[in-house]
């Protein structure tokens, strides 16, 4: 029983026992009744045991009632909305609820020690909680389950009162920011009439609050900050917190076109930006606002990425270093589920990054949603009670209050590593942008905003009142910086071109753009085979001092058989790659679900000690001198993980970061991440990355959700040479696509589409000579072929390729090769021509694919490939992506090696397979072979 239940029950046994205890030791008990009995002892009310029954020490316990009733709901009754009435929430917190009365207003009580101001009168004891909870800062934080952090936010909040005192110079500080916001959003209202900017008025206080978590940060260690945010007050926070220049900002409103680096480049209030900035400490501190697209809340990932890329590679892990700030909507955190996946991974070994501060700039409505139909929650931040992280909600208007919760915050993070979240409630002053009318939706809420003052009028109004400025100070301030918006405009009308400075330019000094020609071949990426051999010994044996489960020594043990054999399966191939890299000095990083066994058990790239939690990771003890590898099981989620693995391998480009999908359909989950940032991000924003996604894919009878990983959609966004997507069929070519990756001047996203059943097929091998030398090849030719009696060329992609040379072999043809297209993009058009000169005496070019005639690559291969004319050979069209059923998936299988051997239907055979050397009409034959 707690005294929450005591005061309900006036157990006197209860409170006796506990009194016993604290005289035994005084540690047993909690801080609160510590405190309470210290207290009492010192008043002289217990002489060696309570009186339970005494009226004065139940009405102790009441007052202790009261102080955690405002401790745990003061946030209810706070005065932090700006514009609208709050909702009301019962009980209140009046005395009579705590079984208190007028009458105790001025008895003393004991329980005032509670909250740092000794024993004292009732009045006042209400009176600090009222400051310290209900004022223009709300706080949730009772829920939390640490007691070391419930006490570090009571210790820092109730002697102060939550309420911040600043120095004169402290407020002309706050001053010139909040100067600087408004005026610049007032400034581009008038000079850009009717353009979106999505301004930032009505929660300007922001940039005063963010100058300061940089100040603050920036005393307590962090060299780096990262942040990400939507499009809302983008721009304010690049002219005055990241220093973009005005010129440039206001160039973009008026430019005509972009330097010769950007393709297409996008809208102003989507770029990002890097600067280092001098705090006022002097201080250099690096800042990176994240590129985001229009889809809310999907830079949350990248910048968490960004930063922990950051912390591993440039702090040495350490996450006093580099601190993420993420920026939300009030609709936006609450409404998109990328947010929960995020915090979800915030406290993870594979993805933390030593706490977020959350920000949330609540305008109390989502473009026209009224606030009350965007969420069930009582808050918009409620998502935060997840990962039990501390909530402030704040008056936007009141601009010192902010800045005081913000160091609070900073210093939170700071101490205990997790998320902190600040809700400042404010509004949107015109509608979702400059050009939309919110009285339609929003009238009463409309009327009350344009009556409204801003808030540098609000605090510069305070400022005159405490003498600190002169009405005159005020508009000599006002008109200067007004000046300088002006001349900066003007300068901005002289070019008529917009640049695009590269994201993280200092990260990719020493890469450049990739060139067409980058892609008519590959280097050679061989290694050493007594490097191959050394790499191979060692992740093939475990230390000797540790018991592992039975079945590990087997698999090694058939692995150290692959190579003394030299037939080497394709985990083989993919960990001989990841060792040679790391010997070169690479970190190697993969993140995925069940990614260290891998989904179908064949990786293997850590072992479980038996009968406990500690892993081994092979990887790891090649050589004193290797780069760092990690491989991590990642939360069951897919747009966070790939999101967040974007972003580390944008601020990571000498590593290999590697995405891995539990199956390959599951990609679209992460749609958004793979649109908006791996395919379009370089012609949008100039940014290069070397992400690699595996997507399994391949039809094998498992059903239409782990069949396929949707070529078409990875074709269809392939341009430019934005991405590279590729599907292997040798652990060898496998092994030299993962080093091509890193041994290029220049980077670009690879999309590799894996395989399931050719991970332990038996022809599916390489022998160590293959990547001891050689490259990767994006076409591999029919070595088995002579070309004078080739008649037909099967051009295939990925698994399909063994079950057609089974077939071949089965049926004994000598007049058919079978061309694998390792390479879809960018297509490999030298080679193919190349092959088709080869085999000048071919009659029938045949596209051979697994997926449906809709899917899978020839929609792409219909359009691209010009060289000849193709017949298809495919399932037929189709909404679903495969069969559910074993038998049916045969049939149709079957049916297509039929076709590409001409076994389909007796008429075909009669007139076809006994020419084969003769002519025919192809047309003729496409339609028929369709049917």
Known sequence: MDKHSYLGSADSEYIESLYNKYREDPSSVDESWRKFFEGFEFAGRFDKKPKPCDDSVDREFKVISLIDGYRLRGHLFTKTNPVRTRRQYSPTLDIENFGLSAEDMETVFQAGKNIGIGPAKLKDIVAHLQQTYCQSVGVEFMFIRIPEIVKWMKDKMEPVKNTPHYNVSEKKHIYYHLKQAVGFEQFIHRKFVGQKRFSLEGTETVIPALDAVIEKGSDQGIEEFVIGMAHRGRLNVLANIMKKSYQDIFGEFNAKQYNEEITLGDVKYHLGYNNTITTDNGKKVKLSLVPNPSHLEASDPVALGIARAKTDRQYGGDYNKVAPILIHGDSAIAGQGVVYEVIQMSQLTGYKNGGTIHLVLNNQVGFTTNYLDARS????????KVTKSPVFHVNGDDVEALIYTIKLAMEYRQIFHSDVFIDILGFRKYGHNEGDEPRFTQPLLYNKISTHPNTRDIYSKKLIEQGIFSKDDISQREKDFNDLLEESLKNSK???????????KEDWKDLRYSRKTDFSSSPETGVKKETLLEIAGKINTLPGDKPFFSKINKLLADRNKMIKSNK????LGELLAYGSLLLEGHPVRVSGQDSERGTFSHRHASYVVQDSDEKYYPLRHLSNNQAEFNIFNSPLNE????GYEYGYALAAPNSLTIWEAQFGDFNNVAQVIIDQYISSAEEKWGIMNGLVLFLPHGYEGQGPEHSSARIERFLALSANNNMQLVNCTTPANFFHVLRRQIHRPFRAPLVIFTPKSLLRHPVCVSQIEEMSSGRFMELIDDQQAVPEKVRQVVFT??????????????????????????????????QIQSVIKKYRQTERHVWAQDEPSNMGAWPYIQRVFKEVQLLLVSRPESGSPASGLMELHKKRLAKILDKVFMQCNCELKRRYCGQRCGRFDIRELNREMAG
Not at 377 to 384: F, G, K, L, R
Not at 800 to 828: H, M, S, W
């Open 494 to 504: 002289k070019d008529s071109t917009v640049k695009i400075d590269q994201f993280l």
């Open 797 to 830: 992609s990925g698994r399909l390729y063994y079950d057609l040379l089974k077939r071949r072999e089965e049926l004994g043809v000598n007049d058919t090769a079978i061309i694998r297209v390792e390479q879809l993009y960018p297509f490999p058009h030298e």
């Open 639 to 642: 747009y966070g993980v790939l």
């Open 377 to 384: 929650s009582t808050y918009c931040t409620d998502v935060a």
């Open 568 to 571: 080497l399966d394709w985990a």
